[in-house]
């Protein structure tokens, strides 16, 4: 009898924000929720982003329109002579989560990343196509540790606070063999968007409150900062994410999302000098501003493994608004697919 009791008591003890679907947020937003004190959790998030063509103040831009940018690194040749066809990200997240109180958690994270890119080449002179080639560089990227605090919780509504710091571990110094605008093989330093990191080290701050406004409703919202506050000789600029999510919970083990993620981030900040391709990813300038994406995904609690369900998760993320700074590659689609387990 006090068994069947026990277990009454554990089905209405589930608020939303328990063993629910509903209750973690949609994939792609980072340290969404805390966990309750002895509780551990093991989480992988795969991700694929993919961005094609180019854009300058946020509009497209053709390959022959790019030639006509000046090089600003040497005047052999004068303007911009290798342009980017498409690059494909591919992540591999791994965190881990602890909490020794109801009120603390401890998150750590790693993430390893293999980027690829196709460029164009054309002659500095004649302006003709010369050929296309491939540049790639695959590193462990950067490692985060955070804390989590609880602020305040209810059956309603909860809110913690993120406070971590981030290191950059990833090579800032790759190679590649590139295609030169002299119709030679060469092998450059990698502009900085191609390197796996840049060895810098970041202060992580972030506000989280989910809202549930019945049983199968319920809305969230995460601002995220991450500040740089020491670095080599150039690092990417300082970001600020906002995430604002809607989720609906069809049953206990199945909730779809919609989210909306703006993204503003600063310009690199410092520079290698002996980053010096004619191309636009060479420069600066053309790095961070502002940036909305749309994301759509699906939440499910299985059993795969024993012990607790396991969460399994899915997103699509697609850009909805750019402003990004100078010349930039354009975003086409992001999928985001996670793993995640409860001990
Ligand atoms: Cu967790």
């Not at 059956?155 to 800032?172: Q, V």
């Not at 590649?176 to 390197?195: E, R």
């Not at 600063?266 to 502002?290: D, H, K, M, R, W």
């Not at 699906?298 to 997103?315: K, M, P, Q, W, Y």
Request: hydrophobic share 40%; glycine share 8%; no cysteine.
């Amino acid at each position: 009898m006090h068994r069947y009791l026990s277990l009454i008591f554990l089905i209405f003890s589930f608020s939303i924000f328990g063993s629910q679907a509903i209750g973690h947020a949609p994939i792609g937003v980072m340290a969404d929720h805390a966990h309750e004190k002895g509780e551990s959790m093991l989480s992988i998030r795969a991700s694929y982003m993919k961005m094609r063509g180019n854009i300058s103040e946020g509009n497209n831009i053709s390959d022959s329109e790019i030639l006509t940018f000046e090089n600003p690194h040497s005047n052999s040749p004068a303007n911009l002579s290798v342009v980017p066809i498409e690059m494909s990200m591919k992540m591999l997240m791994i965190g881990g989560m602890y909490a020794p109180s109801d009120e603390i958690t401890l998150m750590l994270m790693t993430m390893f990343m293999d980027k690829s890119m196709n460029l164009n080449t054309f002659h500095g002179m004649s302006r003709n196509h010369l050929g296309s080639f491939n540049t790639s560089s695959e590193d462990l990227s950067d490692i985060s540790f955070s804390t989590l605090i609880n602020i305040t919780e209810n059956k309603k509504s909860r809110w913690h606070a993120e406070i971590g710091l981030r290191k950059s571990l990833g090579s800032n110094s790759k190679k590649a063999k590139m295609l030169t605008p002299m119709n030679t093989t060469m092998t450059m330093l990698l502009p900085y968007g191609m390197q796996s990191g840049d060895k810098s080290t970041s202060l992580v701050f972030a506000f989280t409150n989910a809202y549930s406004l019945s049983d199968i409703h319920l809305f969230g919202n995460q601002l995220r900062f991450i500040q740089n506050i020491s670095s080599k000789d150039w690092h990417f600029g300082n970001k600020i994410y906002w995430d604002s999510w809607y989720q609906y919970s069809f049953n206990r083990v199945f909730s779809f999302s919609s989210r909306l993620r703006f993204t503003h981030q600063e310009q690199i900040s410092g520079s290698n000098i002996l980053i010096t391709a004619p191309v636009q990813t060479s420069i600066t300038s053309n790095y961070g501003g502002f940036t909305g994406d749309l994301g759509i995904g699906f939440n499910f609690l299985t059993s795969i493994f024993s012990g607790s369900e396991d969460r399994l998760a899915v997103e699509i993320v697609k850009p909805i608004h750019y402003e990004k700074n100078g010349l930039q590659m354009k975003d086409e689609v992001q999928l985001i697919f996670g793993f995640q387990k409860s001990f």
